[in-house]
């Protein structure tokens, strides 16, 4: 059973950085894409940042670029997104998940609380 | 950047009912687009792939149809768990991009 679970969420002050951690499991996870998908209280889905199962590319929505990096350790079968410079704006849940192959998202987490506020 | 819209936002209807929702795209995406369903409080479901793929386990009531820039999502019998909001992808090129969304409740 593929399984994703996202730690590292919490409250934070504007200006501050936060890391996400995901925990992989149930596939193999280094021949896999994967990806940060965040949703605002109340608000749609937003694509957040990619990256191939080597890491030899990553992509960025322009809302995070310069700001975000998102890397993997197969080893660990795990995934990270370290965000710097946080605003009011990235606050929402962020989902781990996996892509099938072809760019959709075939495995969610259950994503991950972060709150930015003063 | 791929822009996706989603019509209507919101529809009303009633178990077994065909319910149609449809998305449209910025410009050429082929048929690379995915739709998922959320139920409140859940993560995302995917649905449909490549347009027109049924992904494993997800029921026969669900289908989509399109390429280019149109397409359609159908729910052919609406049951009781569709109560949801739906949301449109396109996978052709980053970012990634979703559609605004389209929420089914009960009429």
């Known amino acids: ?118 | 950047d791929i822009q996706m819209t989603q019509s209507p936002s919101s529809v009303s209807a009633s178990v077994g009912d065909r319910v149609t929702i449809t998305c449209r795209a910025s410009q050429d995406i082929r048929r690379f687009l995915a739709w998922y369903r959320q139920k409140p409080g859940k993560a995302p479901i995917l649905l449909i792939y490549g347009a027109s793929s049924l992904q494993s386990g997800v029921p026969s009531r669900f289908s989509g149809t399109g390429s280019g820039t149109d397409f359609t999502l159908t729910i052919s019998s609406l049951q009781p768990e569709d109560f949801a909001t739906y949301f449109c992808q396109q996978a052709y090129t980053y970012p990634l991009t979703f559609g605004p969304g389209t929420k089914v409740d009960l009429k």
């Open chain 1, 1 to 118: 059973e593929v399984q994703l679970v996202e730690s590292g969420g919490r409250l934070v002050q504007p200006g501050r950085s936060l890391r996400l951690s995901c925990a992989a499991s149930g596939f193999r996870f280094d021949d896999d894409a994967m990806h940060w998908v965040r949703q605002a209280p109340g608000k749609g889905l937003e694509w957040v940042s990619g990256i191939t199962w080597n890491s030899g590319s990553i992509y960025y929505a322009d809302s995070v670029k310069g700001r975000f990096t998102i890397s993997r350790d197969n080893a660990k079968n795990s995934l990270y997104l370290q965000m710097n410079s946080l605003s009011v704006e990235d606050t929402a849940l962020y989902y781990c998940t996996r892509d099938n192959g072809g760019n959709s998202i075939d495995y969610w987490g259950q994503g991950t609380l972060v709150t930015v506020s003063s």
